[in-house]
């Protein structure tokens, strides 16, 4: 994200744009790689306390996810310049609910062709993992390329409509693909399992 990001600003935008690629690039890589390699040079060295003490970081995770949400729709739709319509809003939720299905359902028809050799939990793991995507990654890259951009908010609001779609059709479709998983496993052990020989 961090590499292609400016790449791509680069590609539809041009070297002749106002956008400072350099001041992204090194923007993007301060607020998610450094904190990143800092974190893992961290947990080498401290990776016995943790596992002895166990501190909550999940559920301080999900208070920091929970405020960045927060926080970006206050943002978002405090903004008196973001001339955004209950029909348009309407629309934009459709198109992300249909964008992320047909993702899914890419990624299912992609995963489950047996040249690639991927077993139903694969599947599974690549549905969610490669269609996630997170707010606390997004909005830091958008608050960072378009910075000073008037209507900032206008663009956050797909990738706030598309994180919690993500979850309610997670939650929706879990059911459904659970037992696609197991009927397909137990399949799978069947046929892998030797014939008894035929007694003459």
């Not at 690629?21 to 080498?44: C, E, K, Y």
């Not at 249909?98 to 992609?110: A, G």
Request: with cysteine; proline share 6%; glycine share 4%.
């Amino acid at each position: 994200g961090i590499v292609i990001t400016p790449l791509l600003l680069l590609l539809f935008l041009g070297s002749s744009s106002s956008v400072p690629f350099t001041s992204i690039f090194s923007q993007l890589f301060m607020t998610v790689v450094v904190p990143l390699i800092i974190g893992q040079i961290v947990r080498r060295h401290i990776k016995d306390w943790l596992e002895r003490k166990k501190p909550p970081f999940g559920a301080i995770s999900s208070c920091v996810l929970l405020m960045i949400i927060y926080t970006t729709f206050c943002d978002t739709f405090s903004n008196p310049n973001i001339d955004l319509d209950k029909f348009s809003l309407i629309i934009i939720v459709f198109i992300i609910f249909f964008v992320q299905l047909s993702f899914m359902l890419l990624t299912f028809l992609f995963s489950t062709r047996s040249n690639f050799g991927f077993t139903p939990a694969d599947t599974v793991a690549i549905i969610f993992c490669s269609t996630h995507k997170s707010l606390t990654l997004g909005i830091p890259m958008l608050k960072i390329v378009f910075a000073g951009y008037e209507h900032l908010s206008l663009i956050s609001v797909p990738l706030l409509i598309y994180h919690p779609a993500q979850i309610l059709l997670g939650s929706v479709l879990v059911p459904t693909i659970k037992s696609w998983m197991v009927s397909r496993q137990k399949a799978l052990k069947l046929t892998r399992q030797p014939k008894a020989p035929v007694k003459v």
